[in-house]
Structure formats: structure tokens, C-alpha cells
């Protein structure tokens, strides 16, 4: 078999801007010799590794072989006694030395791989960590922290292997706790470090949640939320959200800095982050009512409101959630009819986004449409509320959301001689059905 590089392909990356020399359009093919190749993927080996059968192959290939729960060997068909996998520096010498020959033809020589990290050595730098932040040894625990996020950098095998070890996330969690009951400013480096190689091992086992979730640990991570560093600030919104919400809600400030991070957003992850924070607590938390009203004081409805504007898919979904929530309270509802973007923006939103999106626009509609309220069904008819709810229903949705639909259209139907449809956007025909 041979696996060929044909001139047409190479030359637009080797010699670009160079004259073919009177080649033409001539195609030219390269054989890879059978032994630079993975007997699994076929292609050009960048990191050979040899099993106990003898048989070398690519790193990348028999790692995702044997991940996928094959004990044997893929050429020999031998029961694998030890999935020890030993670099094979003599033919990757030869391949780089193959790719040096012919880099004319655009081939180019693989790097040199870095030597995997084991569990042996995560588990070792592990136990290191753990004994130097009970010792208070910050400088120490700092340079352990980079090696790990060294490797994690490396390659996700790497991460994979660090993930794996179910101590990694427990003794940075453990570490991190530790730090945070002195002073933050004294140990910023330190904790910004942890922070952010424990982002990378979310979910973060349940341990280690609940290492995090005491009150110096949280109460750290909000001061972090209002930090200067826009990646620490981002860190620590993804952190929080694997939080309790029990916990959460008796964070001191929690309420404030999230709102911080929706009004001055750094990026769609920080912001769905938020979004689902603030999601649990105005919707789970014991004290969901007194935080829903906080929220609302602090001016959240508007926020979220100028959020749904340009939004996307994830992010409106979230803040129509949490509006969706906050407007069970009367302080909630209050806002959201008081501010003239909702009810466009709510009914815009309908049959445009997923089906998610639609359920929580439906009862957020059917929440702040009250008999008593005539202003606010005839708003609600003159954006189109009533045929996008038809269409709802024609193009099917949830049992809850149909029953909130079809009570909506009831208490609708007797004002709409009393107003005027004056929406353009009554043309279905762009409109975006997901479902």
C-alpha cells in the first residue's frame, strides 16, 4: 500500500510564491514507506510508540484504541498483557530524517514529541502540593501548579491523564481553600494559578465541590469575579457555577458581582456562566424570593432585556430563563412591564430561537398578561403575540406550554378588536423553526 502527496497539494504550502519550474500541472507522487505509517490510521507517524507485542504506531491512534475499551493488539490480534506504550526513537529519527529529504515536496518535519506525563508523576506532584499548602509553603505550591498547567498545555492526553487522577481536582481544591482563609492580596498569585487549572477540570468531582463551596473559598471567587484580569474574572464565573446554590446564596456579594459580570460582559462564556448561576438562585435556593428581589433592585431586568437584543442561541435561552423566574415575584413583574423593550423583545424571541427559548417566552407572557391590565394584552396584540402563538401551537411544543399558549390566546381573543396589528414580522416565511 502506498499513501502518496501529490505536487498539486504540496507546492500551496512549500513554495508558495515560488516558480514550478516548468513542471506545469505534472503531479508528482511521494510514497511514504509502509513503516513510517500507523497500522491504525494510516498516516504519517508523529509520536511512534511500541506495544509489548512488538508492533509500533502512532501515540495518538492506539491511545483512542484503547480508550475506546480494545485490550488487544489492533495488528496481531494478542491479548495486550501491559498497555505500557515505549517511544520508538529510532523510527521517528528516521521519519524526521524522511521529512528533511523531502521537504521540497512540502512535506515538513514532525516536532520532536514531549514525553507524556504518567500518573505516577500527577500522583507524585499530587502529594507534593498537598503537604506544601498544609506547610503554608505558597512559593512551593505556586511552582508545582505551573508544572501542572505545563503539561496540561502540552497536549489533551496530558489533561486527560491529570483529569483522570481523581486526587488532582480534590488537593487543588484543598489547596485553593487553604490559601483563601488568609489574605487574597498576599496569595493572589497563588489562587489565580489554582483557579485556573481547576477550570479545565470541570466538572469538578463532588469532593472537591464541596472543599470549594465553603464560605473563604466562595467569598474568594466573587472577589475574583470583580478582579482586573479578564481570564481570572472569566475562571472564576465557570467555577462558581459548579457550585451549591445553598452555598452560593450565602456568599456575601455574590448577587452584586454577578450582575458586575452581566452589565460589563468579557466574553459569551463568562456571561452563560452568570446567566446560570443566577439561574439557580433565583429559581432553587431557599431564599429564591429576598435574591430575586435584590436582583431586581439592582436593575437585572434591564440588563437582561438589552442582552436578549443581539443575543445567541445559549445566552438567550439563559436570560430568558432567569426572567422567566425573577417575574415570579410582584417586584419582578413590576420591572418587566414598567420597561418597554419587554414585550417586543419576549414575542420576538418567540419560534426564533429553540424550543426552550419559546416555553420561557410563553410563560413569561403568560405571567405578565393580566385581565386587569388592558394596556399590556394590547401592547402584547400589536407586536404579533396572537398569530406566533397560533403557530406554536400548529408546530407543536411542550404539554405546560401548550396550556399557558392556549389560556393566552382565550384572554387575548376579546381585546383584539381593540387593537391594531402594526408588526412587520408577520411574514412566517423567515421564520427559524428549530423544532
Same mark, same amino acid.
Given at each position: 500500500?502506498?499513501?502518496?502527496?501529490?505536487?498539486?497539494?504540496?507546492?500551496?504550502?512549500?513554495?508558495?510564491?515560488?516558480?514550478?519550474?516548468?513542471?506545469?500541472?505534472?503531479?508528482?507522487?511521494?510514497?511514504?514507506?509502509?513503516?513510517?505509517?500507523?497500522?491504525?490510521?494510516?498516516?504519517?507517524?508523529?509520536?511512534?510508540?511500541?506495544?509489548?507485542?512488538?508492533?509500533?504506531?502512532?501515540?495518538?491512534?492506539?491511545?483512542?484504541?484503547?480508550?475506546?475499551?480494545?485490550?488487544?493488539?489492533?495488528?496481531?490480534?494478542?491479548?495486550?498483557?501491559?498497555?505500557?506504550?515505549?517511544?520508538?526513537?529510532?523510527?521517528?529519527?528516521?521519519?524526521?530524517?524522511?521529512?528533511?529529504?523531502?521537504?521540497?515536496?512540502?512535506?515538513?518535519?514532525?516536532?520532536?514529541?514531549? &514525553?507524556?506525563?504518567?500518573?505516577?508523576?500527577?500522583?507524585?506532584?499530587?502529594?507534593?502540593?498537598?503537604?506544601?499548602?498544609?506547610?503554608?509553603?505558597?512559593?512551593?505550591?505556586?511552582?508545582?501548579?505551573?508544572?501542572?498547567?505545563?503539561?496540561?498545555?502540552?497536549?489533551?492526553?496530558?489533561?486527560?491523564?491529570?483529569?483522570?487522577?481523581?486526587?488532582?481536582?480534590?488537593?487543588?481544591?484543598?489547596?485553593?481553600?487553604?490559601?483563601?482563609?488568609?489574605?487574597?492580596?498576599?496569595?493572589?498569585?497563588?489562587?489565580?494559578?489554582?483557579?485556573?487549572?481547576?477550570?479545565?477540570?470541570?466538572?469538578?468531582?463532588?469532593?472537591?465541590?464541596?472543599?470549594?463551596?465553603?464560605?473563604?473559598?466562595?467569598?474568594?471567587?466573587?472577589?475574583?469575579?470583580?478582579?482586573?484580569?479578564?481570564?481570572?474574572?472569566?475562571?472564576?464565573?465557570?467555577?462558581?457555577?459548579?457550585?451549591?446554590?445553598?452555598?452560593?446564596?450565602?456568599?456575601?456579594?455574590?448577587?452584586?458581582?454577578?450582575?458586575?459580570?452581566?452589565?460589563?460582559?468579557?466574553?459569551?462564556?463568562?456571561?452563560?456562566?452568570?446567566?446560570?448561576? &443566577?439561574?439557580?438562585?433565583?429559581?432553587?435556593?431557599?431564599?429564591?424570593?429576598?435574591?430575586?428581589?435584590?436582583?431586581?433592585?439592582?436593575?437585572?431586568?434591564?440588563?437582561?432585556?438589552?442582552?436578549?437584543?443581539?443575543?445567541?442561541?445559549?445566552?438567550?435561552?439563559?436570560?430568558?430563563?432567569?426572567?422567566?423566574?425573577?417575574?415570579?415575584?410582584?417586584?419582578?413583574?413590576?420591572?418587566?412591564?414598567?420597561?418597554?423593550?419587554?414585550?417586543?423583545?419576549? &414575542?420576538?424571541?418567540?419560534?426564533?430561537?429553540?424550543?426552550?427559548?419559546?416555553?420561557?417566552?410563553?410563560? &413569561?407572557?403568560?405571567?405578565?398578561?393580566?385581565?386587569?391590565?388592558?394596556?399590556?394584552?394590547?401592547?402584547?396584540?400589536?407586536?404579533?403575540?396572537?398569530?406566533?402563538?397560533?403557530?406554536?401551537?400548529?408546530?407543536?411544543?411542550?404539554?405546560?406550554?401548550?396550556?399557558?399558549?392556549?389560556?393566552?390566546?382565550?384572554?387575548?381573543?376579546?381585546?383584539?378588536?381593540?387593537?391594531?396589528?402594526?408588526?412587520?414580522?408577520?411574514?412566517?416565511?423567515?421564520?427559524?423553526?428549530?423544532?
Amino acid at each position: 500500500m502506498v499513501l502518496s502527496w501529490t505536487r498539486g497539494r504540496v507546492f500551496r504550502r512549500a513554495r508558495k510564491g515560488k516558480e514550478l519550474n516548468n513542471c506545469g500541472d505534472l503531479e508528482v507522487e511521494i510514497a511514504i514507506p509502509t513503516h513510517f505509517r500507523c497500522p491504525v490510521s494510516l498516516d504519517l507517524m508523529k509520536d511512534p510508540v511500541t506495544l509489548s507485542t512488538g508492533i509500533t504506531y502512532d501515540r495518538d491512534s492506539i491511545e483512542k484504541w484503547v480508550e475506546a475499551g480494545n485490550h488487544t493488539c489492533p495488528v496481531t490480534k494478542r491479548e495486550l498483557t501491559t498497555f505500557d506504550m515505549i517511544p520508538n526513537h529510532a523510527i521517528r529519527r528516521m521519519i524526521q530524517d524522511w521529512c528533511v529529504e523531502n521537504r521540497s515536496f512540502g512535506i515538513e518535519r514532525i516536532p520532536t514529541p514531549r &514525553i507524556p506525563v504518567t500518573p505516577y508523576e500527577v500522583s507524585d506532584t499530587c502529594s507534593r502540593i498537598l503537604s506544601a499548602s498544609q506547610n503554608g509553603d505558597d512559593q512551593k505550591v505556586l511552582e508545582l501548579v505551573r508544572k501542572i498547567k505545563s503539561w496540561g498545555k502540552e497536549s489533551e492526553r496530558n489533561k486527560r491523564c491529570i483529569v483522570s487522577n481523581g486526587s488532582a481536582p480534590l488537593v487543588l481544591a484543598s489547596a485553593f481553600d487553604s490559601f483563601s482563609r488568609g489574605s487574597v492580596e498576599k496569595n493572589v498569585v497563588v489562587l489565580e494559578e489554582i483557579l485556573g487549572v481547576l477550570t479545565w477540570m470541570r466538572p469538578i468531582v463532588e469532593e472537591g465541590r464541596s472543599v470549594l463551596g465553603s464560605l473563604p473559598s466562595l467569598n474568594c471567587m466573587v472577589w475574583f469575579l470583580n478582579d482586573k484580569q479578564l481570564s481570572t474574572r472569566q475562571n472564576a464565573a465557570l467555577l462558581l457555577k459548579e457550585m451549591s446554590v445553598e452555598a452560593l446564596a450565602k456568599t456575601e456579594g455574590i448577587v452584586e458581582s454577578l450582575v458586575k459580570m452581566i452589565r460589563e460582559p468579557i466574553g459569551p462564556a463568562a456571561t452563560k456562566a452568570c446567566l446560570s448561576t &443566577i439561574f439557580h438562585l433565583v429559581s432553587s435556593s431557599e431564599n429564591k424570593r429576598v435574591i430575586s428581589v435584590r436582583f431586581v433592585e439592582l436593575g437585572l431586568v434591564s440588563l437582561l432585556l438589552e442582552t436578549l437584543v443581539d443575543a445567541e442561541r445559549g445566552i438567550c435561552e439563559k436570560a430568558l430563563g432567569v426572567l422567566n423566574s425573577i417575574c415570579d415575584c410582584k417586584e419582578g413583574k413590576d420591572a418587566a412591564k414598567s420597561n418597554a423593550l419587554t414585550l417586543p423583545l419576549v &414575542i420576538k424571541k418567540l419560534l426564533r430561537v429553540s424550543e426552550l427559548s419559546s416555553s420561557f417566552a410563553v410563560s &413569561i407572557l403568560w405571567k405578565l398578561c393580566d385581565k386587569a391590565e388592558e394596556g399590556v394584552l394590547i401592547e402584547a396584540l400589536q407586536v404579533g403575540v396572537f398569530q406566533k402563538l397560533l403557530v406554536l401551537l400548529q408546530v407543536g411544543c411542550g404539554e405546560s406550554t401548550k396550556e399557558k399558549a392556549t389560556e393566552l390566546l382565550r384572554l387575548l381573543n376579546g381585546y383584539r378588536s381593540k387593537a391594531e396589528c402594526v408588526d412587520s414580522s408577520l411574514d412566517f416565511k423567515h421564520l427559524k423553526k428549530p423544532f
